[in-house]
Nanobody, 114 residues
């Protein structure tokens, strides 16, 4: 099982990034996919999730700015991040879950700074 997150980097406030998380080793279409982040000095927190049927939920802190989507043909989940703020600086992780299984990716660093 592997979850490979990518797309992080340095971006100015107000900018955009799209994170990707490519999955392998499990039946992607049967797993809910979730993005978490860990900001400096903080605990890991929920960002957004997408169910097997495509239903989504996002944290209030990113609502209206971040969008989660999935492409089952490519075994990939995305996080489109717009209007980024310095407080969005974090390591972003993807997770695939289908109880009782849960798989984590290695994280990708997003830095929002001028």
């Amino acid at each position: 099982v592997q979850l490979q997150a990518s797309g992080g980097g340095l971006v100015q406030p107000g900018g955009s990034l799209r994170l990707s998380c490519a999955a392998s080793g499990f039946i992607f279409s049967l797993y809910a996919m979730t993005w978490y982040r860990q900001r400096p000095g903080k605990q890991r927190e929920f960002v957004a999730t997408i169910g097997v049927g495509g239903s989504t939920n996002v944290a209030d802190s990113v609502k209206g700015r971040f969008t989660i989507s999935r492409d089952n043909a490519k075994n990939t989940v995305y996080l489109q991040m717009n209007n980024l703020r310095p407080e969005d600086t974090a390591v972003y992780y993807c997770k695939g879950s289908n109880y009782p299984n849960a798989y984590w990716g290695q994280g990708t660093l997003v830095t929002v700074s001028s």
